[in-house]
């Protein structure tokens, strides 16, 4: 029997490896920080002015008073506390300060008594000099010259009387005020303003 000949078998080369990938790059780290991502929202800055936020604040002062001439039993009560005897001075000071007021007071009122009695004296005495001056210059044929003279001293006393009364009743309506206002200023009240509370912007976005 004859033999067919074999087709030669050559040997298959490998196959090729895959070329390994070069290496990253390494990060830059000088800055300190790494890199992001190309995808990553950035982060919001907290310094926009758009959303920017003022806040309102407020100053309150609160400051004790009482009409009376003397402290709430309470704050004498602390006073004493502080120092013994305390209460008893304050109040012994304030009845003094009461007796010399009232005795100013009585002072100050039989003064305008007693000016009020020596003007009505003095406008008496000039009005019955000036009806005699009138009256003898009338006697004497100069009609003008008397007339002038009572009509002159009778509008003189009806002009202060009448600048009195408006001064006694305005006076009249200050103590009036006084006596009904709900507070009696302090002595420090005038040097020292209440301080007003501070103003800014309200909340809100530019």
Do not use: W
Request: charged content about 25%.
């Amino acid at each position: 029997m004859s033999r067919q000949p074999q087709p030669s078998r050559q040997p298959h080369p490998p196959p090729a490896k895959p070329a390994d990938p070069e290496p990253a790059p390494p990060p830059n780290r000088s800055s300190g920080a790494a890199e992001k991502p190309a995808d990553a929202e950035p982060a919001p800055s907290a310094n926009r002015s758009s959303g920017a936020t003022e806040f309102a604040s407020e100053q309150v002062s609160v400051r004790p008073a009482f009409p009376a001439p003397l402290p709430p039993p309470g704050l004498l009560a602390k006073y004493n506390e502080a120092f013994p005897g305390c209460a008893e001075r304050i109040v012994t000071m304030t009845e003094r300060q009461i007796r010399h007021r009232h005795a100013l007071e009585s002072r100050v009122v039989d003064g305008k008594l007693a000016a009020e009695r020596t003007g009505q004296k003095l406008a008496f005495a000039l009005v019955f000099a000036a009806l005699v001056v009138g009256g003898g210059l009338i006697a004497y044929d100069k009609d003008s010259g008397g007339l002038t003279a009572i009509i002159g001293a009778l509008a003189s006393v009806v002009a202060i009387f009448v600048y009195g009364r408006r001064k006694e009743a305005e006076e009249r309506r200050q103590k009036r005020a006084d006596l009904t206002s709900p507070r009696l200023r302090l002595p420090d009240d005038e040097a020292t303003p209440e301080p007003a509370a501070s103003s800014s912007q309200a909340p809100g976005r530019e």
